[in-house]
């Protein structure tokens, strides 16, 4: 543990250094060069490492909890957790913020001289979503919440001249940050109900739960409440989902990718962490409303899905119902946390390759992108259309690709636990069911955006892809066919990627 | 007796400040009564013997923030009030059913007890003087304060992203 | 702390002020206000945040109120120059106009 | 060694990637000389590792990889034996030529990059293929050569029947995998595993000669070959899938992936002991194909169709070979032919090259002036066909027929049809090189022939070399190319050998046989190039006996028939009334839904806000706060 002061935060220290270095260079360099491309992949690239490095030292001592840089000893709460889970999430975060990068390229190349502020608010935002990760304090997280959201604001709104882009900026940010409040008064209510903000360490909420009973859980409830609230939001859970697809639409499309890849695989983290790593003794009052949280995205992304023209809001719908997906397995415990991340790890990717590709097609600053223009893509661009083909059948969970992989983990999770609420020792049976249902379901418009691509005739569209834009896809394909056909390995490292 | 006296003065003062805030046609007006309510809530720190906290709630918010708002509605100029037209009734009447269920649920969540966490850890007779805060802040919370160093590098960058370069910086202008 | 006003009173106009600000978001249509009752919500918070602090006697509830000032502040600087932008490009800042993006 | 076999697919598959991003990047010759170096490289790692078996020192191998599919016991793993090893020089060796070949024939095409990362990649996939050491591994490179090859026939897919041609491909390759597929259900609920070593120490313990259970694997095994191996009556994409380039041809129809079901059956070698009827089944497609597909040879007036019967006719010996037992027999005829069929493809490329895409031969004749080292080395090829001593097919057809004919009984009656088409092979081969080479030009006006370039003839020149040397390997007299095998087949009866004087008299039959069709045909073309083929039998040959035809009037017909009608009938009376009005009670729900999303902010904040107090609500109601 000799490096054991600094690993705990390297991860974000790293991303702050290359965003000081992008931005303390700009004010002085030529800006024409777009050399802060680099920097910036090389700081993800690095913060792969130390992710790497801190899963090493998980595997070596197990991890721990630091309460700061300077380590004095008489605090009684940590601000840092070094474990499994934080640590797969330096790694989830550090490739999804690399891919998603070389996705939004083209936009950053298309936004000229802005380009550094671009590039150090995405590398900034993705500190702060590790913050999200690696934290057991409830405020430490929402300071990372904000610190990620109030970044993504800025992104959503960075086409100067689109009005779309500006309305999604704002309608981002006030329901954001009223997710935000929400969620902030949530940890208040905590604090007020068991005296502590902290999930580790001694005094803290798992401590408080192992020595008191609540006689009165009402602000407790209320607290845990108004927490799930602001974070199903970020995971565009429905009924919290409404901003999603404005949103996703009116964004700059070559930061859509990145932007809500990277806020599901942190706020997943964070609902992860907080409830089941903190209040999982509390799991009969929350599991039955994560539930019927989860029916409901799976029922509306589906079904909203369906009638869109709009692939933008198309993809937007089918992440509600995957957020309900993934919330399907949280019902299921500590025992859903493995398919979680397995879910998540393979979304996450598909989503930016996905709007990879709607950016070349689309154009990376562009708000509306109807399905319509993509007709006859397969046709003009065969390698492109395979591409993308997969990383649809990817999503819709067909076998051998591997979303099929992540909901069958997720199912299995969920089926396996006992129901608390109605009473019944059959698992979330009724939940499976359901996801089963909306999953096929769901091939309907997942094959209709692949049917579309192989029989329109508009071959006037942009269908060459960049270099760095096709790195993305690729790379996010491969991810999806590999883990779909050898998904032992993923599986091997996400058993172990767990909360303290 | 005094600090009942105190606090239902400053609780009536917070709440006409958040009700005018809601009701004012013009937002300079809102603007004003957010102040008011945000110096009753310093006053309120202070009951609660959060010295600092009260400072800095009056520096920030009702010095910074709240002139910042002010400087905006300046800048884009007060809006006509009819230019929004009359609001429906309905949405008046849904506001206010669901105003008053949200804080009728909470109410009711702490109606047996607002706080029930242990007081095993806590300090007696807590006095949040800028002494004890700074051994908390520079101690146990000093990594999260170097952490909001991303937060305001963000909202630099990005105010700077949103506003200060001319459209002339971009590629699809200059193309 | 007085036996006549307890923790509760405190927390209860906390819960008062919240809901006013949920109410604020919901009815006031110019962009800036409803910015504003953001802002009460989270002053709400910090007065909760306060209160529990005095009364289980843990400082960290005055050191959250601090962070959430700073993140209030962050906020406040973006949002405002969200709304700016805004303004710059259809001279309203009525959000009830702003609903382009739908369906 | 063997640690680094891995790398044999992982080259290849790197050149496929590298070239798919930094094609374009790395321009035309340069993304070309890239693919031929890994698969050269793969090829040099090949030879090294397979160097024991030749001086006999090595044993086989199983290279353990990874875990790849724990449930079902399936590791990633590597067997390597002579057999793989063969397989794996054949690929790689001949692959190389074809990658050099390539350099200078898809010169100037637009697509150049893309074309090699695909090349490359179906060497990848055909080592998968050759390399695994389970069925589940192997099938996974028989889908993968599946695909690379449909990618490849169908890479001009601006051309209507290149696509078509692709499609076809596909869908009658999608049939023989199908087969494929149930006999691997079949194999995991018999033995639990799909692990070769496993299974082949397994079967002969587990039943008996005869066994029911392993004469329906074999025979669906032998499904899965058909498609692959163009037998019958899976063998209708092979001849249209001449419409992709001429080295793709080549690579995939002459040297490596018709091959993969003549593999597969040896590789299953002592399954298909266990089941003799399977055997004979099989034996009998096997000549059935190689007839039919001769005599369809004789009349097409196409070069590359001509080619693409004959390896279809030649493949069916093989088939023979293999269901009859004599497994090295097989697969050194396939070896031979690996060459020899490349040889004659990549010749007729250099031809098509040089007559600026011209493929009737009634077009071509006297090109043995304008190009020499074609005409000389395509000889070779054509010498070797034929079956003329010394050429290699000399050797490997003549082995193939005296091991049938030492079978004895029935399969006397395939020995003399096997004869058959070795007559018919020597007079359409002849048929083609007369017409091609000798003779006046007839070709168009304005067409100047001309001798390709360096690196469309040495790769000539070195399979001639082979087609000239190769047979030597295999002798009656010297039999090293057996031994070579034998470790690949332990466990399997070797068919009965005969004397060497024998075989001499056979050899001598077979040789005169293969003389008289080549007289014919000599004597017929240099006398009249163009003489009147308008006969039924002409037209009907030529038209492959309208077997398409026949498919399509008796399946695809009756199928889209099947489609039309419940489109019209089926899909108005029934989906209508029940799906349609799900569906649309689905989309109305949507959007019904959709109209909630006003797109008014302070809507959706209220939406929140009231979800949210409903979670509360529920909070309080489930935790018990009420």
Redesign the interface.
């Known amino acids: 543990m000799e490096n054991a002061a600094f690993l705990p935060?390297a991860f974000?220290v790293v991303l702050?250094v290359g965003?000081?270095v992008v931005?303390l260079v700009a004010v002085v360099a030529d800006r024409d060069r777009r050399w802060w491309g680099p920097v910036a992949g090389l700081s993800f690239a690095l913060a792969g490492a130390v992710g790497f490095l801190q899963w090493r030292e998980v595997e070596e001592t197990g991890g721990g909890l630091?309460?700061?840089?300077?380590d004095?000893p008489?605090?009684?709460?940590?601000?840092?957790v070094l474990d499994g889970y934080s640590a797969f999430a330096a790694m989830l975060l550090a490739v999804v913020g690399f891919v998603g990068l070389l996705a939004a390229w083209d936009l950053v190349?298309?936004?000229?001289?802005?380009g550094p502020?671009?590039v150090?608010?995405v590398l900034?935002?993705f500190?702060?979503l590790h913050?999200m990760t690696a934290t057991p304090?409830l405020?430490?997280i929402f300071?990372?919440l904000?610190?990620a959201s109030?970044?993504f604001?800025?992104l959503a709104?960075?086409v100067?001249?689109s009005e779309a882009s500006k309305e999604a900026a704002l309608k981002y940010f006030l329901l954001g940050s009223l997710a935000s409040a929400l969620f902030l008064y949530g940890v208040a209510?905590v604090?007020?109900?068991?005296?502590?903000l902290s999930i580790y360490g001694?005094?803290s909420i798992r401590n408080?739960f192992s020595?008191?009973i609540?006689?009165?859980?009402?602000?407790?409830?209320?607290g845990m409440a108004l927490m799930l609230v602001g974070l199903a939001f970020k995971v565009t859970a429905a009924p919290f989902h409404q901003w999603a697809p404005d949103v996703y639409q009116g964004a700059p499309t070559g930061a859509v990718g990145l932007m809500s890849a990277g806020i599901k695989v942190a706020a997943f983290a964070a609902i992860g962490r907080i409830f089941i790593g903190g209040f999982i003794s509390q799991i009969d009052a929350w599991g039955p409303i994560v539930a019927v949280i989860a029916a409901l995205s799976m029922i509306v992304g589906t079904f909203l899905a369906l009638v869109q023209d709009d692939i933008k809001r198309l993809l937007a719908y089918s992440g509600v119902a995957h957020a309900g997906y993934i919330l399907t397995a949280l019902v299921a415990g500590v025992q859903g946390i493995g398919p979680m991340w397995f879910y998540l790890a393979t979304y996450s990717l598909m989503v930016v390759g996905a709007f990879a590709v709607v950016s070349t097609v689309a154009g990376p600053?562009a708000g509306r992108a109807p399905l319509a223009d993509f007709g006859g893509l397969a046709k003009a661009n065969p390698e492109l259309g395979w591409l993308m083909s997969s990383l649809v059948l990817g999503m819709a969970g067909i076998p051998f690709f591997a979303g099929f992989v992540g909901k069958v983990l997720s199912f299995t999770a969920a089926a396996s636990v006992e129901n608390p609420w109605p009473a019944g020792d059959n698992g979330y049976l009724w939940l499976v069911v359901l996801g089963t249902l909306t999953t096929v379901i769901g091939l309907a418009f997942y094959l209709r955006i692949i049917s579309t691509m192989f029989t329109g005739q508009e071959p006037e569209l942009q269908t060459e892809a960049t270099l760095p834009i096709r790195f993305a896809v690729v790379i996010s394909a491969v991810v999806t066919v590999v883990f779909g056909i050898v998904p032992w390995p993923l599986i091997d490292v996400v058993r172990d990627a767990l909360p303290l | 007796?005094a600090?009942?006296v105190t606090?239902g003065i400053f609780?009536i003062v917070?709440?006409a400040g958040?009700?005018t805030?809601?009701v004012a046609k013009n937002?300079v007006y809102?603007?004003v009564g957010?102040l008011s309510?945000?110096f009753a809530?310093a006053v309120?720190?202070i009951?609660?013997?959060?010295h600092?906290?009260a400072m800095?709630?009056v520096i920030?918010?009702a010095g910074?923030?709240m002139t910042?708002?002010l400087f905006?509605?300046m800048?884009?100029g007060v809006?006509n009030p009819n230019?929004?037209g009359p609001?429906p009734v309905s949405?008046?009447i849904?506001?206010?059913v669901?105003?008053?269920?949200?804080?009728a649920?909470?109410?009711?969540?702490?109606?047996?007890?607002?706080?029930?966490?242990?007081?095993?850890?806590?300090?007696?007779?807590?006095n949040?003087t800028i002494e004890?805060?700074a051994?908390?802040?520079f101690?146990?919370?000093?990594?999260?304060f170097?952490?909001?160093?991303?937060?305001?590098?963000?909202?630099?960058?990005?105010?700077?992203?949103?506003?200060y370069?001319t459209?002339a910086?971009?590629?699809?202008?200059?193309a | 702390?007085?036996d006549?006003?307890t923790?509760?009173?405190?927390?209860?106009?906390a819960?008062?002020?919240?809901?006013?600000?949920?109410?604020?978001v919901?009815?006031?249509?110019?962009a800036?206000?409803m910015?504003?009752?953001i802002?009460?919500m989270l002053?709400s918070v910090?007065?909760t945040f306060?209160?529990?602090?005095?009364?289980?006697?843990?400082?960290?509830g005055?050191?959250a109120?601090?962070?959430v000032?700073?993140?209030?502040?962050?906020?406040?600087?973006?949002g405002?120059?969200?709304?700016?932008?805004i303004?710059r490009l259809r001279a309203?800042?009525?959000v009830?106009e702003l609903a382009e993006l739908k369906g | 060694m063997t640690d680094w076999l891995w790398l044999l697919v992982a080259l290849p598959l790197l050149g496929a990637l590298v070239n798919l991003f930094f094609g374009r990047r790395l321009g035309e010759p340069a993304s070309g000389w890239l693919a031929l170096i890994v698969v050269v490289a793969s090829f040099l790692i090949g030879a090294a590792a397979s160097v024991g078996f030749f001086t006999g020192d090595e044993l086989p191998e199983t290279v353990y990889l990874f875990e790849w599919i724990p449930i079902l016991g399936v590791d990633a793993a590597i067997l390597w034996d002579p057999l793989s090893a063969l397989l794996t020089l054949i690929v790689t060796g001949v692959g190389s030529l074809i990658h050099l070949f390539s350099i200078g024939y898809m010169h100037g095409d637009e697509r150049f990059p893309r074309y090699f990362s695909f090349l490359n990649l179906f060497i990848a996939s055909m080592l998968i293929l050759v390399l695994a050491a389970n069925y589940a591994v192997m099938f996974v490179g028989w889908e993968l050569v599946g695909l690379s090859s449909y990618l490849l026939i169908s890479f001009w897919f601006t051309k209507p029947a290149a696509a078509a041609a692709g499609k076809k491909a596909f869908i009658v390759n999608r049939i023989g995998d199908w087969g494929f597929l149930i006999a691997l259900m079949i194999i995991f609920a018999t033995f639990g595993t799909f692990d070769f070593e496993t299974i082949f120490a397994e079967a002969p313990l587990m039943f008996g000669v005869g066994s029911g259970t392993i004469t329906a694997i074999t025979l669906l095994l032998f499904v899965g070959a058909a498609g692959k191996s163009a037998q019958i009556p899976l063998y209708v994409w092979l001849p249209d899938a001449m419409e992709g380039p001429t080295p793709v041809s080549a690579l995939i129809h002459a040297a490596t992936m018709v091959t993969a079901g003549v593999f597969m059956i040896a590789r299953s070698a002592v399954l298909y002991e266990l089941a003799p009827a399977s055997g004979v089944v099989v034996a009998v497609v096997g000549t059935a194909t190689a007839l039919l597909a001769a005599v369809i040879a004789v009349a097409q007036t196409d070069i590359k169709r001509v080619l693409a019967y004959s390896t279809i006719s030649q493949l069916g010996y093989m088939v023979l070979a293999v269901g009859a037992g004599a497994y090295s027999a097989g697969m050194f005829h396939l070896t031979t032919h690996a060459i020899f069929k490349a040889l004659l493809f990549l010749g007729a490329g250099s031809v098509i090259h040089a007559l600026a895409g011209e493929q009737n031969m009634f077009k071509m004749g006297g090109l043995r002036k304008p190009m020499p080292i074609t005409w000389i080395t395509m000889a070779a090829g054509w010498l070797a066909i034929v079956g003329i001593v010394p050429f290699a097919g000399f050797w490997s057809k003549d082995e193939i027929l005296f091991a049938v004919f030492n079978r004895g009984d029935g399969w006397l009656i395939l020995w003399l049809l096997g004869l058959v088409v070795a007559l018919l092979t020597a007079f359409y081969m002849t048929r083609l090189f007369v017409l091609t080479f000798v003779g006046k030009p007839r070709w168009d006006d304005g067409v100047e022939p001309h001798e390709s370039p360096p690196s469309m003839t040495i790769p000539l020149i070195v399979l001639a070399v082979l087609a000239l040397g190769l047979g030597a390997w295999n002798t009656p007299f010297r039999l090293s190319f057996e031994h070579f095998l034998e470790p690949s087949f332990e466990g399997v009866p070797h068919p009965e050998g005969a004397s060497t004087s024998e075989f001499v008299i056979f050899a001598g039959l077979v040789l005169v046989i293969a003389i008289i069709g080549l007289a014919a045909a000599w004597w017929r073309y240099t006398r009249d190039p163009l003489p009147a083929e308008d006969g039924s039998f002409w037209r009907n040959a030529l038209a492959g006996f309208h077997v398409d035809d026949f498919y399509g009037r008796t399946i695809v017909a009756p199928g889209k028939a099947i489609a039309t009608w419940s489109s019209e009938v089926f899909d108005r009376k029934v989906i209508d009334g029940v799906a349609e009005g799900t569906a649309r009670g689905i989309r109305d729900a949507g959007s019904g839904t959709s109209a909630l999303q006003t797109g008014q902010v302070?809507w959706y904040a209220?939406g929140m806000?009231?979800a949210?107090?409903l979670v509360?609500?529920f909070f309080?109601f489930i935790g018990g706060?009420f």
């Open positions: 935060v974000e702050l965003a000081l931005l630091f309460f700061s840089s300077l004095v008489v605090f009684r709460s940590p601000m840092v190349v298309k936004v000229g001289k802005r502020e671009f150090v608010l900034l935002a500190a702060g913050m304090n405020v430490v300071i990372g904000e610190t109030i970044a604001y800025v709104g960075f100067r001249t209510l604090f007020g109900a068991t005296g502590s001694a005094n408080f020595t008191v609540v006689a009165e859980p009402g602000i407790l409830l209320a600053d | 007796m600090e009942a606090f609780a917070a709440l958040a009700v805030m809601l937002p809102s603007a957010l309510a945000m809530l309120m720190y009951l609660l013997d959060a600092l906290v800095v709630q920030i918010y910074a923030v910042l708002f905006v509605i800048l884009i809006d230019a929004y609001r949405q008046s849904v506001t206010w669901v105003a008053g269920v949200f804080f649920a909470i109410v009711l969540a702490g109606s047996g007890a607002w706080v029930t966490g242990s007081a095993a850890f806590g300090t007696a007779d807590l949040g004890n805060v051994d908390e802040m101690g146990t919370w000093t990594i999260v170097l952490s909001t160093v991303m937060l305001l590098t963000i909202a630099a960058v990005g105010t700077i992203a949103l506003a370069f459209g910086d971009d590629d699809e202008a200059a | 702390m007085s006549i006003v923790v509760d009173w405190y927390l209860i106009l819960a008062a002020l919240f809901a006013i600000g949920v109410a604020g919901l009815i006031r249509r110019n800036l206000v910015f504003m009752s802002e009460l002053n910090n007065l306060v209160a529990v602090s005095k009364e289980l006697g843990l400082i960290e005055q050191v109120a601090l962070f000032m700073v993140v209030a502040a962050a906020e406040v600087t973006v405002l120059a969200i709304i700016v932008a303004f309203s800042a009525n009830d | 302070r209220a806000a009231i949210g107090i509360i609500v309080l706060a």
